[in-house]
Each structure stands twice: as structure tokens, then as C-alpha cells.
């Protein structure tokens, strides 16, 4: 939008100028043209009427007696001719080899003939030209100017519109969306504002929900387990204990899911994406990793990046360590980090790749899946990655097969967005540093 309000107003500026200030150069290099031509025809006038009067008294007409109507300054007669009745001619000055001339005849017979040089029209015509240029030039420097300054005070609003809308389907419900005074911009984050607040209430009875079934459910199966223990202490016969042991498995894996179930539900509400510096992160990863890195033999070279992105605090580095261990162990050569940003929605693309064997044809459509391993893992690493990704609200991919390359995208934050103004205070804090068994 932005880039259109400049165009559509640089085109604007520029016809303007095509339409008007071409002919206005022409017509003023045509006014100071004929203006020029009067002056002279003035001059010849007055030096006639002059020259008459002398010789109507019967005074002497010299050559020195012309040269006060000609000079050397531009824009004045530069050569006057004379001719008497008597076909006598004097004259005065340098004639130009290029000349506008005017003339004059008085009742006496005399003929003045008084001439200009051609350069000193053509100069003034062309500065008269020039200033018009100018002046059309400052005019387009100025709607430039006002361009840009509308443009973006109409499109950061709208920027900031859609950094919000992300920040809120990755579950950050507090938005900061103030009045911008476009009627239609306002009255967007007016709604988005109140969607907010209806989606922060319905998340919190979901998670107020969430804790009182587990409660709810912890208690009997609580009571249940001691109860079965007991049973197991104070039964003797082989059959009723084989029976409790069992009950008390199933208890086990019963709260298991419940835990599971309830972690996930946490995990799909969240406590809502922060901004995160990359720059942090990735610190802190080469902190952890570049030792043991040195230690097996391999490299880890981390690009440095200016880059913030909508994430929860913590996940982001636990995915980029799964995704540098990975690469330790089944990838080779020297593992490469880096940030850039991708594609008109400023997101965040952070590339982990190696200059290994790759991922096996066979394993490289189901690399995600849960317990789809090489041989060499649990095979639940990356599907987890995937998971905390995806409740960021972005996505890992397999970018390149052979040579390995993983891609996280993530939504960034536009260069022309102050991260102040989407979230008060959201640079978050270096992500804790946590290893992996």
C-alpha cells in the first residue's frame, strides 16, 4: 500500500508537471523573449526622438554622441547605426555576429537602427526557463515529501493492524492499539481490540477449565492409586496383588495422559508470544553448542542477525538446539545458523544446515512424525520442534534434503514498525540455557 500511495502520487506530480510546467516554460521563455525585443524597440524610439531634437537645432551628430545608447552589460543595445538625410551613417559599438535589431525613422529623415545581441535573449530565456524548472522540481521534492509522510501514516497503522492480528492467533490477547485519527483504521482496531477482549476471557475459563478438570481428576485417581497400594500391603494372595499391580499401571498411564492432555491444552492457549531477539538466542546457542561442537570435530559457524520475531520465550531455543543437535549427530562438516527475512509479510526464515549425507529419501516425507527415526534417536525431537513452532504460530520445514537444511519461519517485525508500539516492552530477556539429554 505504501509503495502504491508513493507511485500513485509521484505520477500525480508528474503529470502535473508534463501538463503544466512545460507550457509554462515555453510561454515564459517566449515573454522574456518579446519583452526583450520592446525593451530594445524602446531604446531605438528614445535614442531617435534624442537625436531629432539635436538635429533639428542644427547641432553636430558624432560617433561619440551615439556611443552613450550602446553597452557592454547583457540585455542592452550593443551596436546603433545612424543615417542621416545626406546618406551620411555613423555608428557605435560592436556589432554582434548574432543580433536582434529594432529601428526608428523621424520626421527629419533620420533612421536609428539599434541591435542586441542574440546570446543575451537566448541566456535570459534560459535562466527564466530554469527558474520555472526550479521551481517544478521543488514542487515534486515537496509532494514527495508529503507523500511519503501520508503514506506512512496510513500504512504503519496497517502494519501494525496485521502485527497485532498475528501477535493475537499466536495467543497474546494484551494489544496496544491506540487511535491513529483514519476513521476506518480505528474503527478495525476498535474490533480487533474487542476481539481481544473476548478471546483473553474465553481463553482464561478455558484454562480456569483445564486446571479444575485435572484437579478434579487427580484427586480420585489419587485416592484410587493409595487405595491399591494398600491393597498390595496388606493382601497375600498372588492373584489379588498381580490384579492391584495392574490397576495401579493403568492408574500410572492414566495420569500420564491426563498430564499430557493438560500440558498440550497449556501449550494451544499459551501464555501468549513475546518479542524475541534472535541476536539473544543465538548467543546463547553458541554458548551452549560450540564446545562440543570443537570436541567432535565439527564447526558451528552462527550468522549474526538483527532480526526480532513473535515467539515464546524458551521454545525458540529448545527448537534450535534440537535442530544444531540434530545436525551433530546425524549431519557432517561445518553446521551453519543463520536469520534473513523472506517474502512482503516480513517473516523470519532461520536456516540450520550442514554439509552432511542428508536425510534418507525413504525417512525425508515422514522426518516429523513421532517415532520415525534413523536408528539413532527416539525419534521425538523433531516432531516436539514442529509442535512448539506450530504454537507459535509459524512452521519447520525440510528445506533441502541433501545437503540437510531445516527451516523455521517465524512472523517478524516490518522495519518501519517500532516493536514498542506492538508490544510495550516485549523484548524479552536471553532464553534460559538448557540442555538436552
Excluded: C
Excluded at 526464515?349 to 525413504?362: K, S
Amino acid at each position: 500500500m505504501r509503495k502504491r500511495l508513493l507511485q500513485a502520487t509521484i505520477s500525480a506530480l508528474a503529470v502535473a508537471v508534463v501538463l503544466l510546467g512545460i507550457p509554462l516554460a515555453v510561454m515564459t521563455a517566449q515573454l522574456v523573449r518579446d519583452g526583450s525585443l520592446a525593451n530594445l524597440d524602446q531604446r531605438a524610439t528614445t535614442a531617435a526622438r534624442t537625436l531629432e531634437v539635436r538635429y533639428a537645432t542644427g547641432e553636430t551628430i558624432t560617433a561619440e554622441n551615439l556611443s552613450s545608447y550602446v553597452s557592454d552589460s547583457p540585455g542592452s543595445a550593443s551596436y546603433i547605426v545612424l543615417r542621416l538625410p545626406d546618406g551620411t551613417e555613423l555608428t557605435s559599438g560592436t556589432e554582434p555576429p548574432r543580433s536582434f535589431s529594432a529601428s526608428d525613422v523621424t520626421e527629419s529623415g533620420l533612421v536609428v537602427i539599434m541591435y542586441t545581441s542574440w546570446w543575451d535573449v537566448f541566456w535570459s530565456s534560459a535562466r527564466a526557463v530554469a527558474l520555472v524548472l526550479l521551481v517544478a522540481v521543488i514542487a515534486i521534492l515537496a509532494g514527495i515529501a508529503v507523500a511519503v509522510f501520508q503514506a506512512n501514516r496510513l500504512s504503519k497503522p496497517l502494519v501494525l493492524l496485521a502485527a497485532s492480528a498475528e501477535h493475537l492467533g499466536s495467543g497474546q490477547v494484551k494489544l496496544n492499539l491506540t487511535k491513529t485519527g483514519v476513521e476506518e483504521i480505528d474503527l478495525v482496531a476498535d474490533e480487533l481490540n474487542r476481539s481481544a477482549t473476548r478471546m483473553g476471557a474465553r481463553l482464561a475459563s478455558e484454562r480456569q477449565f483445564a486446571a479444575d478438570a485435572s484437579h478434579q481428576l487427580r484427586t480420585p485417581l489419587t485416592a484410587l492409586s493409595m487405595r491399591l497400594e494398600e491393597i498390595t500391603m496388606t493382601s497375600n494372595q498372588p492373584e489379588v496383588l498381580e490384579e492391584a499391580e495392574k490397576s495401579l499401571e493403568q492408574i500410572e498411564r492414566l495420569v500420564g495422559v491426563v498430564d499430557e492432555l493438560l500440558g498440550r491444552t497449556r501449550r494451544t492457549l499459551g501464555s501468549g508470544t513475546q518479542l524475541v531477539v534472535l541476536a539473544d538466542v543465538f548467543d546463547q546457542q553458541r554458548a551452549e553448542w560450540e564446545n562440543t561442537f570443537a570436541q567432535a570435530g565439527r564447526k558451528l559457524r552462527i550468522a549474526p542477525t538483527d532480526a526480532t520475531v513473535f515467539s515464546t520465550p524458551g521454545g525458540l531455543a529448545q527448537v534450535l538446539a534440537t535442530l544444531i543437535e540434530n545436525s551433530l549427530h546425524h549431519g557432517g562438516g561445518t553446521t551453519r545458523v543463520l536469520a534473513r527475512e523472506s517474502g512482503p509479510n516480513h517473516a523470519i526464515v532461520i536456516e540450520v544446515r550442514d554439509q552432511g549425507e542428508g536425510v534418507p529419501e525413504d525417512l525425508a516425507s515422514r522426518i516429523f512424525e513421532r517415532e520415525v527415526t534413523s536408528g539413532r534417536g527416539t525419534g521425538l525431537g523433531l516432531a516436539l520442534a514442529r509442535d512448539l513452532v506450530t504454537a507459535d504460530g509459524g512452521r519447520l520445514e525440510l528445506s533441502q534434503r541433501k545437503p540437510a537444511a531445516f527451516s523455521v519461519f517465524l512472523q517478524g517485525v516490518p522495519n518501519m514498525v517500532d516493536p514498542e508500539d506492538v508490544v510495550p516492552h516485549g523484548r524479552a530477556g536471553k532464553p534460559s540455557r538448557r540442555r538436552r539429554t
